[in-house]
């Protein structure tokens, strides 16, 4: 599969997740585009910005709220493909911000688009042989779901999707 895969990330704890979840992708021998949305655009990296996956990662700012440049990035992703089905979301907070607040803006992302998948939420920096293991749990967890959808539902448009 195509998959895009595009995170903001304050001080690398989202972006750590993100590589590992990268590596588990291409380990597999999926192609991954990959957005680094605090300094690129979908336009910067791919002048094909449909894919047959997206995972989307954040960090939470003030009060459970979603970063700028994700918001930003959402925009741009939904002009560009609309609110695609196959997306999933995962990302990284603090749980002294309060059940509440914790992760909230992976909770904010995944309504927005009104995702089926589960939600990946790590505290802090990924640590150790749990987290890594959770990680590769979710990446294979979704992989596996949308091999799942990709055979059960027709594409409205398969010419979509690479050969
Ligand atoms: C200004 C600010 C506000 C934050 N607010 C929240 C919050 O409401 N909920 C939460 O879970 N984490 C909150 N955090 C913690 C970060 O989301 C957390 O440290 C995250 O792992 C940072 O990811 P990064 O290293 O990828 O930037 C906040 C951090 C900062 C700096």
Redesign the pocket.
Known sequence: MRILIA???????????ARMVRARCEALGHAVTWVETDIQTLADVTDRPQHDLYLLGS???????TPAEMKRFIAELVDAVGKPQRLAVF????????EE?????VRRIATFFGTRYPRLE????PHGERDARKIERWTDHVLTCTDHIDKNTPHADPARLDP
């Open positions: 995170f903001t990330s304050l001080s690398g704890n989202t972006r750590d997740v960090w939470t700012d003030n009060a459970g709220r990302g990284t907070g603090e749980t002294q911000w309060g607040y914790y992760c909230g803006a790590i505290e802090q920096m």
